[in-house]
């Protein structure tokens, strides 16, 4: 799978692939195993929200931190350039975790957990003993993240499925042996969370260490500071801007005429989409790494799987089985799974459209042009804002609804502009090569003059 040499065949296309989906689908089993965990503990509620606290907090932070897996497989060609990346990351995690453990040791924390996240005084011991165990993650997660992005550019992505079901088997053991003694507080979470962060990076060091031992021998090229920065700040604040777009809308359906019933229907329908759309989060490696091999094969691929998540959640909105997926499966009441279905409804356009968006933006990726993706995750953002304000205005009746809708319009608006962006890129660059030609060209015939 690491031959790059020779024609491309949908088989690889599958065997890259697929490996991808799945590790981004099996990591969301890590947070079951956790709060399965937490669940059997005493006073376990108190205990489910600390630890919520602390790994809401840790998920902002640590956005910086997983863009150096798209930065690596993208950027990264020879040891000098991951050397180099390397030093930037960890200057970056420093600056971080020094800012975690301010979060920890000063008044900051406990303003942040009571005022930001809504916490009662009385868990703010508790977060903060729980962030403090946490915030090691970040270090881990940015070894994990470099050296990942080295396995895949080398098309060895069955590794990462390799590592996620090594890193849930290690965690289910831990979590049995807390239940077994009977040690479980929030922070047996981060210690869960940690010790599965750990495995999975020592795995992908192992991994990453041998590919560029034995792959990048003679391989020599220029990876300058000022590339990295551009490429690698736009694609935060792009993730950053994915993080803050839900809570957003929470704010608006708390308007809605059912504040309940809206606020929980779209959460459960929108963690339903996401699940779906967890296989396809990493369609821009097809870019990254085999487009410039066989154009044709790797859009052809992507048509076919992108319609997948769609086709699920079709079967789920509009037969009998969505139903019983909702009262059996999520385990939720008749009076809560049925507006929940309703809501899903128009998060097929969701299904539809992100696929393509997160495809297009490895091509923004690949043309190191991530101010562009940055650009339109802004309309996406300010689409969906605009959208959902209108909708709880003047239909605060949709409830839920509202806020699927907003976000499907957002993503739609968002994959306008990236196809408006690189269409445009496309005739700029076609542009340049004709001029280029024609210089040649008068050139060459002054020259036989």
């Not at 049925?338 to 990726?365: C, E, H």
């Not at 542009?431 to 003059?449: F, I, L, N």
Request: aromatic share 14%; hydrophobic share 55%.
């Amino acid at each position: 799978m690491n031959n790059r040499d020779g024609e491309l065949k949908y088989r690889q296309l599958i065997g890259f692939f697929i490996p991808l989906g799945f590790s981004a689908s099996l990591t969301a089993i890590t947070h079951v195993i956790i709060n399965g965990t937490l669940s059997r503990g005493e006073n376990a509620a108190f205990i489910i929200a600390s630890y919520a606290v602390a790994f809401a907090l840790f998920g902002i932070i640590e956005r910086p931190i997983i863009v150096f897996r798209q930065t690596s497989s993208a950027l990264v060609k020879d040891k000098q350039s991951f050397r180099k990346l390397s030093i930037f990351m960890f200057f970056v995690i420093g600056i971080i975790f020094v800012f975690s453990m301010l979060m920890v040791f000063s008044p900051i924390g406990s303003w942040v957990y009571v005022n930001l996240f809504n916490a009662d005084e009385n868990m703010v011991n508790t977060i903060s003993s729980t962030f403090f165990v946490i915030a090691f993650v970040i270090i881990f997660s940015g070894i994990r993240g470099i050296y990942q992005g080295v396995i895949i550019n080398q098309l060895e992505t069955k590794w990462l499925t390799i590592m996620v079901i090594i890193r849930l088997l290690v965690m289910f053991l831990v979590a049995f042996l807390f239940v077994a003694f009977d040690y479980v507080t929030a922070i047996t979470g981060s210690v869960l969370f940690l010790t599965g962060m750990l495995i999975e990076c020592l795995i992908s060091v192992w991994k990453g260490q041998r590919i560029i031992n034995h792959t990048f021998v003679n391989q020599v090229s220029i990876l300058r500071k000022k590339e990295i920065i551009n490429f690698y700040f736009p694609l935060v604040f792009y993730f950053v801007l994915q993080t803050i777009l839900v809570p957003i809308i929470y704010v608006f359906l708390s308007k809605t005429n059912n504040i309940e019933i809206g606020i929980a229907s779209f959460a459960l329908a929108f963690s339903i989409t996401q699940m779906l759309l967890s296989f396809f989060m990493y369609t821009h490696q097809l870019v990254l790494q085999l487009y410039n091999k066989d154009k044709q094969k790797v859009i052809n691929f992507i048509v076919i799987v992108s319609i997948i998540p769609t086709l699920l959640l079709v079967l789920l909105s509009f037969t009998p089985a969505g139903i019983w997926f909702m009262t059996v499966v999520m385990g939720a009441e008749e009076e809560l799974a049925v507006p929940t279905l309703s809501v899903l409804k128009f998060f097929i356009i969701k299904t539809l459209v992100f696929p393509w968006v997160d495809f297009l933006n490895g091509f923004l990726m690949l043309n190191r042009k991530t101010k562009k993706m940055l650009v339109a995750q802004m309309v996406n953002l300010i689409t969906a804002i605009g959208g959902v304000f209108l909708l709880v205005k003047y239909f605060p009746g949709w409830n839920g609804i509202n806020g699927s809708i907003a976000v499907s319009l957002g993503e739609l608006a968002g994959l306008v502009l990236i196809v408006t962006l690189i269409i445009n890129m496309n005739k700029k660059q076609q542009s340049a090569q004709t001029e280029v030609y024609h210089t040649k060209k008068k050139e060459a015939g002054g020259a036989s003059q």
